[in-house]
């Protein structure tokens, strides 16, 4: 019997996979701060280190250049200015009262939950390559 994947090494492929259904979902979208056309990485606006409950919010995570998720300290600004646009004004008041839930409650994701997200966004990712 094949051995199960520790906790952390699911959500790992599943970060890479999720991170990957942005960058397809976002390709043709400017970069969520600079509204440049760079590279895009996915970008969380909530960030991972303090809001790890959020780490696979589509409303948190958006198509962001090189230079505004690494290496620009003020891109949350333009974040935050152009994010309701991007996700609507409902989505954003939503993503909000989530950040402040998990401040308040915090989160875990289960094995099966991080299995099924997997397979979710896989699919997702095959239905952008057959489209």
Known sequence: MKKAKSLPKLKKELQE??????????????????????VKQAGHYYPVQGY????????????????????????LIYYTENLPDRIGIENFEQL????????????????????EKLSYYKEKIKSFKYN
């Open 52 to 75: 790890d409950g959020l780490r696979f919010n589509e409303c948190n995570v958006n198509g962001e250049c090189v230079k505004c998720n690494c290496f620009d300290e003020s891109h």
């Open 17 to 38: 996979v999720f991170n990957a259904y942005i960058r397809a979902r976002d390709i043709n979208e400017p970069c969520i701060s600079c509204k440049g056309n760079g």
């Open 96 to 115: 909000k009262k989530d950040a402040k839930d998990y401040r308040i409650n915090g989160r875990k994701f289960s094995r099966s939950e991080l299995t």
